[in-house]
């Protein structure tokens, strides 16, 4: 047994059955197209640290929300930029959010939502494949936080046969 730092990604529910919670997982599951629980499981534990460290710096601010904002500008810039905070919002709103705030910013989603493809699943594959470029640069993650200022720039790569609107893969929504 090893006494290194712990490297799983994530955390596993705590209680192994519970019908409401795997309902609303696998529900989830379909409606975001993952491939299994333990993407949910990631994103779910992405969401916990940053709810973790939005409370340490409100803490350590003793509840004043603009000392806590500039103590943490640079978390809170991050997370505008992946679009997940708003212009407008302030660091408490990092308590309020819900994992699928986190499951709309995948590239997955956010590919399949600008109409690349005509279901999650197929977007998935899309990138898994290789024919989805961001900024110009081949991504072959689905699980890629896409910036908001990227969003714009995503596209077939060109090398892909995908790139010909009268492929027949193309979804039908991007006529």
């Known amino acids: 047994m090893s006494t290194g730092k712990n490297t799983k990604g994530y955390e596993t529910p705590n209680h192994p059955y519970q019908g409401e919670r ?9 409606r975001y197209g993952l491939k299994n629980k333990e993407e949910l499981w990631r ?4 969401l916990r640290r940053m709810r973790r460290e939005a409370r340490r710096l409100l803490g350590e601010a003793q509840g004043d929300v603009e ?5 943490g500008a640079e978390f809170v810039a991050r997370l505008r930029r992946i679009g997940i905070l708003g212009d407008n919002d302030d660091i408490s709103a990092v308590l309020s959010l819900d994992v699928t705030d986190l499951l709309e ?3 997955q989603t956010v590919a399949y939502r600008q109409g690349f493809a005509s279901s999650t699943k197929q977007a998935r594959q899309f990138i898994v494949h290789g024919h989805i470029t961001v900024d110009g640069a081949r991504v072959t993650r689905p699980s890629v936080k896409v910036d908001v200022s990227d969003e714009g720039a995503i596209a077939f790569d060109e090398t892909s046969p995908l790139a010909d609107d009268l492929h027949p893969e193309r979804a039908e929504s991007q006529e």
């Open 43 to 46: 994103a779910q534990s992405e």
């Open 22 to 30: 795997i309902a609303e997982e696998s529900d989830l599951l379909s």
């Open 67 to 71: 000392a806590a904002q500039e103590a």
């Open 105 to 107: 910013r995948r590239l």
